[in-house]
């Protein structure tokens, strides 16, 4: 069982335990309650009925008018008075009876003196009436009333008696029901705070392992970014040489060589940054944005990629766009295009014989929004079985695929997440030795806005920058040698600071159009380096050339004044785009 469903369970008990604790000791205060008032009553009704006892007894009841009868000898007057009056007090007498609180030796008593008193009242009317002297009648219906007096005296001392061992039972019972009452009370008390205990000992236990899961994490990511900065330092260097081979030397005998091992350099950058993008998916970094792109840049630098691989291959390779599709579209165009590369790729690399097509279209259902993309390969298939596990991470049909065609087999799976992230959909139809068409459908609305041309420019390869300045900041010889040759062809001034300090001081002395900056530099790091730029112009653009690709770096360069940032290893296509695109912004003529 959970810790969290033990501390819901327990907090149960508790609130059981309290609710029961409280019910029973509100029980016993009630009865006790309910016996007090029952007790009061019955004692008020019986105190009610011995003072109209005696009231209908004493010298303004019976005994007063049977005085009367025989001194006066009005029977027509007093008869009737005295009858009722001993009536009544017969009435009281049973009723003090069926109440209890009389004692029966001492209602005997009352009842067997009031019936002689009733008996002699008719003596003593016979006797009136037949002219007997008062003395006589007197004598001869005279009653001993002893008992009677006696229980009728008895009665207040009985009473306080019963009174006081009521009270006492009543207190033991109030008693009983108080410290029940408290013991609940202290036995809540000690069962919330042996609950507030479990609830802190379980917070701070959860908050020990988030943070140690948060070090882990940290430290996960802080080995993935070192592992890809350390591995992609040195691809960096053979990358850039060996476009510049592929630029410099295009009808080389070797050039074929050259191109295949710069693909074989790129897969190989692919799968590493398949690898960063997974840790991201687990830590849910990763964040689709929302800007304005040309569908047709992607779908051009995918055929420009990919055409050159066809035909090494002796396959067809054809984009088909569909000329009514709105060009200009919001969405993640670095995402789209990730997903449409590793899609196109697995179609090359699993097609031996026949073509590749990829088909660019509006859905039908909401033509406006939804872009279909349709990857169409004649390749080896895929059955059933294959399908439903093609969007596991490193899963691909079985090992010979991997031992024939290569792969880590995280493409598929990380372009699915893609895929999803986008609120899209990705679809699979496809037979062994008959080809596969993937289908992928995304949502990206029309947009008006300035294209954000990701870089790819058809007049890069032939970027003029005559009489412009670039400032390179790169501590790495060979990869600044790299950087000169790659932009040589443009006929920028160039130079290079080995450090951020000296970048600092040439950037006074030159006033560049923009700056190349490496961010791991002895003495002085590109960070403050930009910083320390940017107090002196804030509008010269900085471009963050560094192998630490993870987003949280990229969000660092933004926030401290970075325009751009471009990854190693470098595309040469891609440097002279960024370069482009921001000294445009600021034509050569206007500068003071």
């Not at 005696?54 to 025989?70: A, M, T």
């Not at 679809?427 to 949502?443: A, D, E, F, K, L």
Request: hydrophobic letters at 40%.
């Amino acid at each position: 069982m959970s810790e969290l469903r033990k501390l819901v369970l327990f907090g149960l008990l508790v609130i059981l335990f309290a609710s029961t604790a409280t019910f029973i000791s509100q029980k016993y205060y009630n009865s006790v309650d309910r016996d007090w008032q029952e007790f009061s009553e019955k004692t008020v009704r019986a105190y009610v009925l011995h003072a109209t006892l005696i009231e209908e007894l004493g010298y303004g009841g019976f005994i007063h008018h049977f005085k009367n009868l025989v001194l006066r000898h009005d029977i027509d007057y007093y008869a009737p008075k005295a009858q009722k009056a001993i009536e009544n007090a017969l009435a009281i007498i049973n009723e003090m009876r069926e109440l209890g609180e009389y004692d029966e030796k001492n209602t005997q008593s009352l009842t067997e003196t009031l019936d002689h008193y009733l008996h002699n009242l008719l003596t003593a009317q016979a006797l009136i009436r037949q002219g007997k002297p008062i003395s006589e009648v007197d004598k001869l219906v005279k009653v001993d009333d002893t008992a009677a007096s006696a229980a009728l005296n008895l009665f207040n001392e009985q009473m306080n008696q019963k009174l006081a061992q009521k009270k006492e039972l009543l207190q033991n019972d109030f008693r009983r029901a108080f410290y029940i009452h408290i013991g609940s009370i202290l036995l809540f008390i000690i069962t919330l705070i042996v609950f507030i205990y479990k609830v802190v000992h379980s917070y701070l236990a959860q908050s020990r392992l988030a943070k140690e899961a948060l070090a882990a994490s940290k430290a996960k990511s802080d080995f993935l970014a070192n592992m890809s900065h350390e591995i992609r330092t040195p691809i960096n260097a053979i990358l850039g040489t060996l476009q510049i081979l592929d630029r410099d030397f295009p009808d080389s005998d070797h050039n074929p060589l050259i191109k295949s091992t710069i693909y074989s350099t790129k897969s190989l950058v692919t799968i590493l940054n398949d690898i960063l993008d997974i840790t991201k998916f687990a830590d849910k970094q990763l964040i689709i944005e929302h800007v304005p792109f040309s569908l047709r840049r992607i779908t051009e630098s995918i055929e420009s990629d990919y055409l050159p691989i066809a035909i090494e291959k002796s396959i067809q390779f054809e984009v088909n766009v569909d000329p009514a599709l709105f060009d200009s579209r919001l969405g993640d165009p670095v995402r789209v295009r990730q997903v449409l590369l590793n899609l196109v790729s697995n179609a090359i690399k699993f097609t031996e014989f026949g073509s590749v097509a990829l088909n660019v279209y509006r859905k039908s259902e909401n033509p406006d929004v939804d872009v279909v993309f349709e990857i169409k390969d004649t390749g080896i298939g895929m059955n059933s079985e294959t399908q439903n596990r093609l969007f596991k991470r490193f899963t691909q049909a079985d090992s010979s695929t991997t031992r024939r065609y290569g792969g880590s087999g995280l493409g598929l799976a990380i372009s699915k997440s893609l895929v999803d992230l986008m609120k899209g959909t990705i679809h699979v139809q496809s037979r062994p030795n008959y080809g596969t068409t993937m289908t992928v459908t995304i949502p990206l609305f029309p947009s008006e806005e300035e294209l954000n041309l990701m870089s790819q420019g058809a007049s890069q390869c032939h970027l003029d920058l005559t009489d412009r300045v670039i400032l390179i900041a790169e501590d790495n010889p060979l990869n600044a040698l790299i950087y000169r040759s790659m932009l040589s062809p443009t006929k920028a001034t160039i130079q290079v600071a080995e450090n951020g300090q000296e970048a600092v001081a040439l950037f006074e002395s030159l006033d560049p159009d923009i700056i190349l900056m490496d961010i791991q530099m002895p003495v002085m790091d590109g960070i403050e380096a930009c910083r320390r730029i940017r107090e002196k112009n804030a509008a010269v653009p900085i471009i963050a050339v560094t192998a630490n690709v993870m987003m949280e770096d990229i969000e660092t360069y933004e926030q401290e004044g970075f325009d751009d940032h471009v990854g190693k290893p470098l595309e040469l296509t891609l440097l002279l785009g960024t370069i482009e695109r921001f000294i445009k912004t600021e034509p050569a003529e206007l500068k003071s």
